[in-house]
T-cell receptor, first 110, second 114 residues
Framework: GEDVEQSLFLSVREGDSSVINCTYT??????LYWYKQEPGAGLQLLTY?????DMKQDQRLTVLLNKKDKHLSLRIADTQTGDSAIYFC??????????FGTGTSLTVIP | DTGVSQDPRHKITKRGQNVTFRCDPI?????LYWYRQTLGQGPEFLTY????????KSRLLSDRFSAERPKGSFSTLEIQRTEQGDSAMYLC????????????FGEGSWLTVV
């Protein structure tokens, strides 16, 4: 099956930038996503990128894609305490099935 | 605008009992997905519907699991003869055709099998 790997934990100080990394194995991935999950809640789509792009910026969020290395990152500028959550990377070839990583737990220290 | 709605939010059941979860997608979304998430893991795909047709099923969906979407609107996920290993959060999501990433998740239904 498709493997999506993420580091488990990240801790940053409020106001700093956070960078969450993800690697995937499926070279046929067409769509790559970042989702946010707060405790006890469902997943909120933050942003996505097509595999023919290498960068996408959306307000405080910047997604970088290195397709050669199959590496995706999410940078959150000016990280706030409300950004504390679990962040999931996901990929899909067809837009039907989505394969998620295990999630990175981001803790923002005031 | 109502999002994806799931019911019940929490369910505790004894091993061997049957449980059913309901999902109401965003109106006019003709794709509906079921995922399962266990503690410390990302969501795992179970199945998806295009209108009333169930188009894909994961190998994770054993014969004790059945999903339906009879009128192409709400969907139910039934688990028969529950086992402790079924304890998880069951997530429903919906999207329009060819969503290009805009898949919207509900809050999930927590199942605990004791």
């Amino acid at each position: 099956g498709e493997d999506v790997e993420q580091s488990l934990f990240l801790s940053v100080r409020e106001g700093d930038s956070s960078v969450i990394n993800c690697t995937y194995t499926d070279s046929s991935s067409t769509y790559l996503y970042w989702y946010k999950q707060e405790p006890g809640a469902g997943l909120q789509l933050l942003t996505y990128i097509f595999s023919n792009m290498d960068m996408k910026q959306d307000q405080r969020l910047t997604v970088l894609l290195n397709k050669k290395d199959k590496h995706l990152s999410l940078r959150i500028a000016d990280t706030q305490t409300g950004d504390s959550a679990i962040y999931f990377c996901a990929e899909s070839e067809t837009g039907n099935q989505f394969y998620f990583g295990t999630g990175t737990s981001l803790t923002v220290i005031p | 605008d109502t999002g994806v709605s799931q019911d019940p939010r929490h369910k505790i059941t004894k091993r061997g009992q049957n449980v059913t979860f309901r999902c109401d997608p965003i109106s006019e979304h003709n794709r509906l997905y079921w995922y399962r998430q266990t503690l410390g893991q990302g969501p795992e795909f179970l199945t998806y519907f295009q209108n009333e047709a169930q188009l894909e099923k994961s190998r994770l969906l054993s014969d004790r699991f059945s999903a339906e979407r009879p009128k192409g609107s709400f969907s139910t996920l039934e688990i028969q003869r529950t086992e402790q290993g079924d304890s998880a959060m069951y997530l429903c999501a919906s999207s329009r055709d060819r969503c290009h990433g805009t898949i919207y998740f509900g809050e999930g239904s927590w199942l605990t099998v004791v």
